[in-house]
T-cell receptor, first 110, second 112 residues
Framework: AQRVTQPEKLLSVFKGAPVELKCNYSYSGSPELFWYVQYSRQRLQLLLRHISRESIKGFTADLNKGETSFHLKKPFAQEEDSAMYYCAHAPLDSSYKLIFGSGTRLLVRP | KAGVTQTPRYLIKTRGQQVTLSCSPISGHRSVSWYQQTPGQGLQFLFEYFSETQRNKGNFPGRFSGRQFSNSRSEMNVSTLELGDSALYLC???????????FGPGTRLTVT
């Protein structure tokens, strides 16, 4: 079954520390992968997608097909990065849907 | 432009009743998807509509149904409500169902 795994429910770091939110997917084809973020009292929104290869708010994510991973990284965490982060996968053979991971809550402490 | 809107925002129903939730997509978006979010199961895909046609359906019982109108607005219906249907129901829209989806604020359904 197609699955997205985020092993950490909670990641707590201090401001200025590096952050890595882990995401692994199970899909043998060419995946389309996303990171969505939900800040407190706000709606779920796209942070970045692997196709665009952009850096948004200092975050980057590299697709590693060998390890089937799409980890989200930021070199220096800020307090405003505290939020719920979801990794999501859109299988290309049955598109029009997103398969979400269970989410990781990032807490950046001052 | 205005974002995705969902009505109502909160709903309390009794077991056995039915409920209809509404979603208005971003203007110009023709694809509407629905997701159920619960603490135990996380975010799960319900179904997706494009031009009034259901193109994909998640693994939910037939009590969950939906439709899309010619103006791309969508409704989902849950019949014979069960306690386990208590959840946040999210609607998302996109231009064509591929790529970025824009989420609404959700409808919080509580079944008692």
């Amino acid at each position: 079954a197609q699955r997205v795994t985020q092993p950490e429910k909670l990641l707590s770091v201090f401001k200025g520390a590096p952050v890595e939110l882990k995401c692994n997917y199970s899909y043998s084809g060419s995946p389309e992968l996303f990171w969505y973020v939900q800040y407190s009292r706000q709606r779920l929104q796209l942070l970045l997608r692997h196709i665009s290869r952009e850096s948004i708010k200092g975050f980057t994510a590299d697709l590693n097909k060998g390890e089937t991973s799409f980890h989200l990284k930021k070199p220096f965490a800020q307090e405003e990065d505290s939020a719920m982060y979801y990794c999501a996968h859109a299988p290309l053979d049955s598109s029009y849907k997103l398969i979400f991971g269970s989410g990781t809550r990032l807490l950046v402490r001052p | 432009k205005a974002g995705v809107t969902q009505t109502p925002r909160y709903l309390i129903k009794t077991r056995g009743q039915q409920v209809t939730l509404s979603c208005s997509p971003i203007s110009g978006h023709r694809s509407v998807s629905w997701y159920q979010q619960t603490p135990g199961q996380g975010l799960q895909f319900l179904f997706e509509y494009f031009s009034e046609t259901q193109r994909n359906k998640g693994n939910f019982p037939g009590r969950f149904s939906g439709r899309q109108f010619s103006n791309s607005r969508s409704e989902m219906n849950v019949s014979t409500l069960e306690l386990g249907d208590s959840a946040l129901y999210l609607c998302a829209s996109s231009l064509d169902g591929m790529g970025e989806q824009y989420f609404g604020p959700g409808t919080r359904l509580t079944v008692t």
